[in-house]
């Protein structure tokens, strides 16, 4: 069987895969599908208001016929990009893959889907509320790392210049990392359940595109079929990250709204009075945060 006859069929049982399983096990979150998540990141991992964990990472692709650099990134390979925001039980809430890797990550991400429905508030978001046992009222938020622009309804860590000699935003930057490592750990677990994406793909553009979401529909249908709620470390081995396919997003240097600063600063507030929890001073003064 020829190679072009085989990457027709691989592109096709692909995309039938996303099409029947999609609207199951990746759909489109309603209010209330939010409001569950949240629920779920403030009962695992101790944070209020999150809707998810949201991250970047390059694919490496064997470089297109005929696209010049379009596809070659910071690290001097191709690849395409592949945003994702996970849930609470590393399963993927949203997906959106296919930008360039030549672009700056500030520009992939403002360019991406996610962004624009946020631009739009089309996400369908619960209404900001007040905390349990906190007054003050605050937005529902995505918790990412440095790659994102800080804003009402993303939370990114402090930069280092503002932890130095500041307890309670060390405490902030050790609570935001705690819930985003589910989507770290996610990612680990694609790649290493799915080999293909431990060397560069040798595929058309729209074939790379379509195996990847049918890998991450794939993921979800398998977390759901072995998930524990109670047990959530699972095998250690299942989360290590095959070195060079998946490359990380680099720091984004974007401006933030003076509301974006004020809504960190509620959750540091909240999570240094009410909202602590027994272990996060011992964590901060052992860990960088």
């Not at 209010?31 to 009962?43: R, S, V």
């Not at 993303?154 to 500041?166: C, E, G, H, K, L």
Request: glycine residues 4%.
């Amino acid at each position: 069987m020829g190679d072009r006859t085989v990457s027709k069929i691989i592109n096709e049982v692909a995309t039938a895969i996303w099409n029947n399983m999609q609207p199951i096990y990746l759909p489109e979150p309603t209010m209330e599908m939010w409001k569950l998540i949240a629920n779920e990141f403030e009962q695992i991992w101790q944070f209020p208001h999150c809707i998810g964990a949201l991250d970047g990472k390059h694919i490496v692709i064997k470089k297109p016929p005929k696209s010049g650099t379009s596809f070659y990134n910071y690290k001097q390979t191709f690849s395409v990009v592949l945003m994702a925001i996970v849930d609470a039980h590393y399963k993927f809430i949203s997906i959106d893959i296919g930008s360039m890797g030549r672009f700056s990550d500030a520009n992939i991400f403002s360019s991406g889907a996610l962004a624009k429905k946020l631009n739009k508030q089309t996400l369908r978001l619960p209404p900001p509320a007040a905390l349990t046992d906190y007054d003050q009222i605050l937005p529902y938020a995505f918790v990412a790392d440095e790659a994102f622009p800080l804003s009402e309804n993303i939370m990114r860590p402090y930069p280092n210049r503002s932890v130095t000699n500041n307890f309670k935003n060390k405490v902030f930057n050790y609570r935001l990392s705690r819930a985003r490592q589910t989507v770290e750990c996610t990612f680990g677990i694609l790649a290493s359940r799915f080999r293909v994406f431990r060397r560069p793909f040798e595929t058309k553009i729209e074939s790379v595109d379509n195996v990847v979401k049918a890998a991450c529909v794939l993921h979800n249908y398998l977390r759901n079929e072995t998930i524990i709620l109670n047990n959530m470390q699972g095998d250690s081995s299942e989360n290590e990250m095959p070195e060079n396919q998946l490359l990380p997003l680099t720091n984004n240097n974007t401006r933030s709204g003076s509301n974006a600063f004020c809504v960190r600063q509620k959750f540091t507030d909240y999570f240094n009075t009410v909202g602590s929890v027994p272990w996060q001073s011992d964590s901060v003064s052992r860990g960088k945060y």
